[in-house]
């Protein structure tokens, strides 16, 4: 199977998984779950959890048990896009070519829609039973990860480029690779090279997404710069997989080398 048919037989997979784990838009309180699932769905790429699902993979593991954690990491990832869109943040208006949350429902119910699916994605988490996941997750979205990166691109100190894109999206890639290999139960060091791989191959991911929008580091060093940088960092992030091997590996460098690649 060629990567982009992998790509979307678990895209696939986890849209069928999220809408078992969502409340039904049916149920009390409506309004709150169907905005839950206005921002989920149709979804975008859903590559954090195809890169937790290709990490467990390499690690030996089969598929669909990981579903629950590759799940939660695509919840909170849709959590900080319902937020960052927000009047208070971004004030955005349009997301994956539709209304934002906010635009559609209310800003109170978008707030709180990304609350609900915040504590839904721990929820999964806690039924998937692996502390070190909780930890791990808690840890790459707190105010050393994500929510940290975010304060730091609003306070506008754009000199801080590499330390807002590691955060804001080098730290979920992290953790959503490492969680792949925690589930799995891998001994420490190939729990290591997962993490260095997943933080490289997030940084790459926010390159390319400045090549694409013209933005961020693009504006700043300019566009070849950029393109030599996020060459060199997918090489070294490659270098982690030796370990794995390049049979069990294949799917996490076919996903790094599509990232590198990637036009949308
Ligand atoms: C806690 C509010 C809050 C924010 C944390 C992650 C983040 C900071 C904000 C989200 C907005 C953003 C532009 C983040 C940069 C990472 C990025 C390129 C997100 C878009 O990810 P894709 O391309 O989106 O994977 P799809 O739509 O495909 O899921």
Redesign the pocket.
């Known amino acids: 199977m060629d990567i982009n048919k992998y790509i979307k037989a678990k895209k696939r997979l986890i849209d069928k998984a999220l809408d078992r784990y969502l409340p039904s838009g049916n149920l009390k309180p409506q309004i709150i779950h169907k905005a839950m699932r206005y921002a989920v769905f149709p979804?975008?790429?859903r590559?954090r959890p195809i890169f937790t699902i290709a990490s467990f993979e390499a690690c030996g593991g089969k598929t669909n048990s990981i579903l629950p954690v590759a799940c939660a990491i695509e919840l909170i990832?849709n959590y900080?896009?319902i937020?960052?869109d927000l009047p208070c943040?971004d004030n955005d208006e349009i997301r994956?070519g539709k209304l934002t949350c906010h635009k559609k429902f209310s800003e109170s119910l978008a707030l709180l829609a990304g609350d609900a699916l915040l504590t839904l994605s721990f929820q999964l988490l806690s039924e998937a039973g692996n502390l070190d996941i909780i930890k791990e997750v808690s840890m790459a979205i707190g105010s050393r990860g994500?929510?940290g990166?975010?304060v730091v691109d609003i306070v506008k100190q754009k000199t801080e480029l590499d330390y807002i894109a590691s955060r804001?999206?080098g730290a979920?890639f992290e953790a959503a690779v490492k969680a792949g290999g925690l589930f799995k139960g891998v001994d420490r060091k190939k729990i290591d090279n997962l993490a260095n791989f997943g933080r490289l191959i997030g940084f790459t991911?926010?390159l390319i997404?400045d090549l694409i929008d013209k933005e961020g580091h693009v504006a700043l060093y300019g566009a070849g710069y950029v393109e030599k940088r996020a060459a060199l960092l997918t090489g070294k992030a490659e270098t982690y997989l030796d370990i794995f091997g390049k049979k069990k590996a294949k799917r996490l460098l076919e996903l790094s080398e599509a990232i590198l690649k990637r036009q949308s």
């Open positions: 979804g975008g790429k590559i990832h900080t896009l937020h960052d943040m994956r994500t929510i990166g975010q804001k999206t979920l991911f926010q997404d």
